[in-house]
Every structure is written in C-alpha cells, then in structure tokens.
C-alpha cells in the first residue's frame, strides 16, 4: 500500500521501555513496505519522524478512512455548544424524513454509528465524481430499521453533515476546522463533490505530524496545552460500540 502512514502517540511508561533500535526497526519495516511516513510520539513530543519512498513529512496525506474519526469530534464540539445532542431526532433538522416512518427514527447518534438504515455506500467512489453527496444521502432508501443493522461507508456521514451544514450554515469541515483544528494548529484538507461538499467518510489530507497531534488530543481526554478543547464526557460517547449486526 503505498499511500500507508504509520504512527505511533505513546505515553509515559509505555514509551520509556522503546530503544532507538526498536523505532530504527519499525522505520526499516514500513519503508520496506512501501510505508509513507513514520512518526512516533511520546508525552506529545516527538521522538521520531522519518518520510520514506519520496514521500516528504511535510506533505499532506490522504487518511482514507481515517477521515471518519473527526465526525464525532465534529459532533461532540457541537454537543458541548448545545447545537445538538446525540439522541436527537435527525428529522427535526432534516424534514424530508419527517413523513417517512423508518426516516423518522433517526437519531445523530445512528447517523454516527452508522446504524442509521442507510445503505453503506452511496455514489462513485471517487468524491469529484458526485453531484451531490449530501442530497444522495438525504433521498437514499433505507435498507434497514434504525439501529437494527451495521452499515460501512459514506451515507450515514453524508447524512450527517446535511445536518451540520443546515444547523449551522456553514461547511462542516470548515466547522471542525474552526472549532476543533484551529485550537490545537493542525489543518485538514478535503476532497469535495461537484457542490463543493466534503466527504467527511474518506476525503481528509492531513501531515503526518498534524495528524499525530489529533490523536494526541484524544489520547488527552480533549485537552490541548492544559484548555479543554472537547468535553470529556462526550469524547466518551465516540468510544462507544454499537450492538447492531454488521452486513
């Protein structure tokens, strides 16, 4: 896989048993596997960081799914401002799933789970080739009762930036960005659809060092240079697994 960015965020005593032979080998693994970057973090700092096979440290990296971690970063910055909740009906926002009676059930907390009844995927797979994606997830038929059925893909997160951009009038990555990034000086780029809507499921470029200090900020409980950033509590409720069947 040439596109692979491996990194490691360690803490305290965890970190304090790795030799420098044992990142040497780690970085000799991912490189002889066509790995794109390796960046190790210890207590927020970093203690080693090389680019391999052309790929330069400084050169934003598509996250491909990965992607997906910030929608309930989106979700909880949102909660902690009182613009959603996560066990709110989505047809309050949405009312073209008012009248439908599966449509109806849904909850952001589905939509985020991906337990929505949505279909897993919707559109090309390539983002610019979508028209709209946000409007494909709004009309999609559903496959399945909310909360009944594990879905992988874009719909369900489609769906949910719908919601954010209606909520707030604004882009949803350009929110995440505002609320989110922007506090802990990382910046994330995002393929768009033919109206210029992010695919917040797959489309995120970020460095190797950006994208490092991100998950530090989870691996902090939300807190960033001693300012909370996300509540804790509800950083919580993305850890939460569902117990819907996947397909």
Partial sequence: MRALLFMAAL????????????????????????????????????VFSEGQNGFSLSQAHMLAS???????ALAVALMDQGVLSLDERVSTTL??????????????RHLLSFTSGLPGRIGPNAVRLNADLFGSAL???????PGGRFTYGNAHLA?????????????????????????????????????????LAGSASMTALDWAKYGQLIVQG???????????????????GS????T
């Fill in 11 to 46: 803490l305290g005593s965890t970190a304090a048993g790795i030799d420098s032979s044992s990142l040497r080998a780690a970085a000799d693994y991912s490189r002889d596997h066509r790995g794109s970057a390796v960046l190790v973090m210890t207590g927020g700092q970093v």
């Fill in 66 to 72: 990965g992607s997906k971690s910030f929608a309930c």
């Fill in 95 to 108: 009312p073209e799933w008012a009248t439908d009676p599966l449509k109806r059930q849904v909850t952001v």
């Fill in 139 to 145: 009309h999609a038929p559903f496959q399945a009762p």
């Fill in 159 to 199: 769906a949910f930036g719908l919601l954010v951009q209606r909520k707030t009038r604004l882009d949803p990555a350009l929110v995440l960005q505002r609320q989110v990034l922007d506090r802990i000086g990382v910046r994330a780029q995002w393929t768009r659809d033919q109206k210029g809507q992010p695919n």
């Fill in 222 to 240: 939300g807190v960033w240079s001693g300012r909370r950033v996300l509540s804790k509590e509800g950083l919580n409720q993305c850890f939460k």
């Fill in 243 to 246: 117990e819907a069947l996947a």
